[in-house]
């Protein structure tokens, strides 16, 4: 659906706004609160924003996990598993092998006790049958995992952490309803990669998923820099979650009005705790420090041009290249308004491999040498170890 004239041209004014990093929360000079914080963290881990409305009525995946997706499948597809949600009997029994981990009954229990990171569930008793009757899908999904604390797949909530064990494209593609040309795309991504302009464009071209730490002082969340943290939320809510909500983006043809809004009121708190999460520190003795300590110096002078200021990119002022400058594969950002990549953020890089839009990184080896070559730095072996192991400090 199109916008009327003058609606589009405020709609283009807004993300114009946006693109010049007014994404503060509260509105400009204001900061956070620790409500702000606590409802945004309820919000990232909890809040479906009404996107039962695909995952359910149009794609009818709790028929699937009803009948077919007990505990074992799930954690093979890389779903996660909240151990502070258990209660302690529970936890004792599964200690004790009295659990049913072959059962998807099990996986309803689970479901009831809001355990599965990322996944809400509605069970009823239908008959005297614990039944699942609405399924959706939160941030957390993607963009948080567990510390496998009590199992592999099991643990303490660790949001803002990409899951790369994570296989969307194969969760999507159970649903009974999709024809199989759908399902081979979404097959063909893989743990830790997702499109999201698959359902916009037809086109495959999936990504890494990026982590949602360290935010707070980066102006464009995408890796083709479309908008701020805000925008980007919206946009995955509204298009990729198929929240009920509003998003318009006249650049990509997108104009989406639903009511009630479930979304945009719930940007600012959702962001000011995107913007609480921390870094996470390189786990010591991870990396050679009199390594790190020169590998910066060759840092400074090899790829301080665009990795610049406090986090490490120039994107910060409006600065995005085309991809024959940085070597990658061009076709994601061909899809995208802007036709260019930022350059990223560099933020607990020991800790998210692999590394790229694309992830034909995959490993910090391969990042210094592909830049070593694309950009003829001609650095010797030592001076690429060295700088190897600084990567891992940030």
């Known amino acids: 659906m199109r916008t009327p004239g003058s609606t589009r041209t405020i709609i283009t004014l807004a993300l114009a706004t946006l693109a010049l990093g007014c994404?503060?929360?509260?509105?400009?000079?204001?900061?956070?609160?620790?409500?702000?914080?606590?409802?945004?963290?309820?919000?990232?881990?909890?809040?479906?924003?009404?996107?039962?409305?695909?995952?359910?009525?149009?794609?009818?995946?709790?028929?699937?996990?009803?009948?077919?997706?007990?505990?074992?499948?799930a954690l093979a597809v890389g779903l996660k598993v909240d151990m502070d949600a258990l209660p302690a009997d529970l936890v004792q029994a599964i200690q004790a092998g009295k659990v049913d981990l072959k059962s998807p009954a099990t996986t309803l229990a689970l479901l009831k006790l809001d355990a599965v990171v990322g996944v809400k569930g509605t069970v009823q008793s239908?008959?005297?049958?614990?039944?699942?009757?609405?399924?959706?899908?939160?941030?957390?999904?993607?963009?948080?995992?567990?510390?496998?604390?009590?199992?592999?797949?099991?643990?303490?909530?660790?949001?803002?952490?990409?899951n790369h064990d994570l296989n969307v494209g194969a969760i999507v593609a159970l649903s009974p309803v999709l024809p199989a040309s759908a399902k081979a795309v979404f097959n063909s991504w893989g743990p830790g990669m997702y499109d999201p302009r698959f359902n916009i464009d037809g086109q495959n071209t999936p990504l890494v998923i990026p982590p949602a730490y360290g935010l707070a002082q980066v102006r464009n969340e995408t890796y083709t820099a479309e908008g701020p943290v805000s925008y980007w939320n919206a946009y995955v809510a509204v298009t990729q979650m198929h929240a009920h909500g509003t998003f318009s983006d006249p650049r990509l043809g997108i104009n989406i009005v639903q009511t009630p809004d479930l979304v945009t009121s719930k940007l600012p708190a959702l962001r000011a705790y995107q913007f609480s999460l921390q870094v996470p520190p390189a786990p010591a003795g991870s990396f050679d420090a009199a390594a790190a300590a020169r590998g910066q110096v060759v840092f400074n002078a090899s790829c301080a041009s665009c990795h610049v200021g406090a986090t490490l990119t120039d994107n910060n002022s409006g600065v995005l290249h085309?991809?024959?400058?940085?070597?990658?594969?061009?076709?994601?950002?061909?899809?995208?308004?802007?036709?260019?990549?930022?350059?990223?953020?560099?933020?607990?890089?020991?800790?998210?491999?692999?590394?790229?839009?694309?992830?034909?990184?995959?490993?910090?080896a391969d990042v210094v040498e592909h830049y070593d070559t694309v950009r003829g730095l001609h650095l010797s072996a030592a001076q690429k170890q060295d700088l190897v192991a600084y990567l891992k400090t940030l």
């Open 322 to 364: 085309a991809p024959s400058e940085t070597g990658v594969d061009a076709r994601y950002a061909l899809r995208t308004p802007t036709k260019r990549y930022r350059t990223t953020p560099l933020r607990g890089l020991w800790q998210h491999a692999p590394y790229f839009h694309d992830g034909s990184a995959k490993t910090l």
């Open 23 to 73: 994404d503060s929360t509260g509105g400009p000079g204001t900061e956070p609160t620790p409500e702000d914080i606590a409802k945004g963290q309820q919000i990232f881990r909890m809040d479906t924003f009404g996107d039962e409305q695909f995952w359910t009525d149009t794609l009818h995946l709790e028929r699937v996990v009803q009948q077919a997706v007990d505990p074992t499948t």
């Open 126 to 162: 239908v008959g005297g049958r614990d039944t699942l009757t609405r399924l959706g899908i939160t941030c957390a999904l993607c963009h948080s995992t567990v510390d496998d604390a009590f199992a592999k797949g099991i643990g303490h909530r660790k949001d803002g952490w990409p």
